[in-house]
């Protein structure tokens, strides 16, 4: 049972380069979101896509941009690291929506920009 | 918008007694309640949720209450063991239609410790 796969699992880039966090659930599920936490921030929502073909910003979008690739991808693209972004990335899933339902998370990413 | 607020931050217990983490909300029409539990090196997993219209709720040795007049929730773990030592997280959500993640906030976390 894969669940909700993110890769990679860690990642240091210089500040300026740019990468992308892939995500991908094979639970059929309509709803992906990509949250960061800091220590003792919680979990805050970047982006999310409520269902296949539409995105839109969640608490912290700025520096960051997503694609829904198909039902089964979302992928977050930093285009021009800063250390800011320093964070542990989660991706994850829902049936239809998080604030109805449970949500199905990744085991993170962990992003280091110098 | 939604604001939630987490108490404590850190919460040390012995081994076999209860924890109790403590949650408020700001938006009286929130009306969905879930508790997360996140492993070291992990990701979050839901434990156990609760609705608007239940007070309480309970799954072996954990249980939710809810008092919507003070917009607060707690979680209780009874018994606890080694493997309850987590960060746990609440959140509340308003549950508007059309799904999205917009109406669900999270609380900052409470670090668990389970002493022997």
């Known amino acids: 049972n894969a669940g909700v796969t993110q890769t990679p699992k860690f990642q240091v880039l210089k500040t300026g380069q740019s990468m992308t966090l892939q995500c991908a659930q094979d639970m059929n599920h309509n709803s992906m979101y990509w949250y960061r936490q800091d220590p003792g921030m919680g979990l805050r929502l970047i982006y999310y896509?409520?269902?296949?073909?539409?995105?839109d910003k969640g608490e912290v979008p700025n520096g960051y941009n997503v694609s829904r690739l198909n039902k089964r991808e979302f992928s977050l693209r930093l285009e021009s690291a800063a250390p800011s972004q320093t964070s542990v990335y989660f991706c994850?899933?829902?049936?239809?929506?998080?604030?109805?339902?449970?949500?199905?998370f990744g085991e993170g990413s962990r992003l280091t920009v110098l | 918008g939604e604001n939630v607020e987490q108490h404590p931050s850190t919460l040390s217990v012995q081994e076999g007694d209860s924890a109790v983490i403590k949650c408020t909300y700001s938006?009286?029409?929130?009306?969905?309640f879930p508790w997360y539990k996140q492993e070291l090196g992990k990701g979050p997993q839901l434990i156990i949720d609760i609705r608007s219209n239940v007070g309480e709720k309970k799954d072996q040795r954990i249980a939710v209450t809810l008092n919507k007049t003070a917009k607060h929730f707690s979680l209780h773990i009874t018994e606890t063991q080694p493997e309850d030592s987590a960060v746990y997280f609440c959140?509340?959500?308003?549950?508007?239609?059309?799904?999205?993640?917009?109406?669900?906030?999270f609380g900052k976390g409470t670090h668990l410790i389970i002493q022997p």
């Open positions: 959140a509340a959500s308003t549950g508007e239609s059309g799904g999205g993640a917009d109406g669900l906030t």
């Open positions: 994850a899933s829902s049936v239809s929506g998080a604030n109805t339902g449970e949500l199905f």
């Open positions: 896509s409520a269902s296949e073909g539409t995105t």
């Open positions: 938006d009286s029409a929130s009306n969905y």
